[in-house]
T-cell receptor, first 115, second 112 residues
Framework: DAEITQSPRHKITETGRQVTLACHQT?????MFWYRQDLGHGLRLIHY???????NKGEVSDGYSVSRSNTEDLPLTLESAASSQTSVYFC??????????????FGPGTRLTVL | GQQLNQSPQSMFIQEGEDVSMNCTSS?????WLWYKQDPGEGPVLLIA?????ELTSNGRLTAQFGITRKDSFLNISASIPSDVGIYFC????????????FGPGTSLSVIP
């Protein structure tokens, strides 16, 4: 079955370190998104991509970067981790070719703790 | 910043009761989506709405796209313990192709 996976599921790192969170989907979706979830804020968009080589900044992109070298993967990199980036990170994808392309499908999440 | 408001923020109900929650915005939306998130999991899409006034059901869940295009409602009938979770609304604005904005969520607890 097609799916969307994230790794690692849990990560503890130190302030200043570079961290990369992986997202992999097997639906062949064009669109991929990264969100962070914090208490009281719901889901906030970090970066998104409409296809290979395309990346766009979302609402809370400072301190994060993404790259899209193939359809299946959109890794999220924290260049220099800060304690304010402690959060739960969700990856999502959607298919622009479907009539209901707004339907985003989410991965299981990565819980990141920055000490 | 936050552009969608959800109410109530949290609710505690008895098993078997009906539940109503809503999502409002000052902006007009093309699409309304309702998601449910179980603890430790990613959000799962429950219902998608694409036309003003549209009423759509998914089992015991019913959602409506408000006539003004600025709000949406979700009702759950005859609640059961597995309904526990956080319910998020999400909307796509006319000027925001493919992106959706999420509300802060309504936390539902069901007392057996």
């Amino acid at each position: 079955d097609a799916e969307i996976t994230q790794s690692p599921r849990h990560k503890i790192t130190e302030t200043g370190r570079q961290v990369t969170l992986a997202c992999h989907q097997t639906w062949n979706h064009n669109n991929m998104f990264w969100y962070r979830q914090d208490l009281g804020h719901g889901l906030r968009l970090i970066h998104y991509s409409y296809g290979v080589q395309d990346t766009n900044k979302g609402e809370v992109s400072d301190g994060y970067s993404v790259s899209r070298s193939n359809t299946e993967d959109l890794p999220l990199t924290l260049e220099s981790a800060a304690s304010s980036q402690t959060s739960v990170y969700f990856c999502a994808s959607s298919d622009r070719s479907r009539p209901l392309y707004n339907e985003q499908f989410f991965g299981p999440g990565t819980r990141l703790t920055v000490l | 910043g936050q552009q969608l408001n959800q109410s109530p923020q949290s609710m505690f109900i008895q098993e078997g009761e009906d539940v109503s929650m809503n999502c409002t915005s000052s902006s007009i939306f093309n699409t309304w989506l309702w998601y449910k998130q179980d603890p430790g999991e990613g959000p799962v899409l429950l219902i998608a709405l694409y036309k003003a006034g549209e009423l759509t059901s998914n089992g015991r869940l019913t959602a409506q796209f408000g006539i003004t295009r600025k709000d949406s409602f979700l009702n759950i009938s005859a609640s059961i313990p597995s309904d526990v979770g956080i319910y998020f609304c999400a909307g796509q604005r006319q000027t925001s192709y493919d992106k959706v904005i999420f509300g802060p969520g309504t936390s539902l607890s069901v007392i057996p």
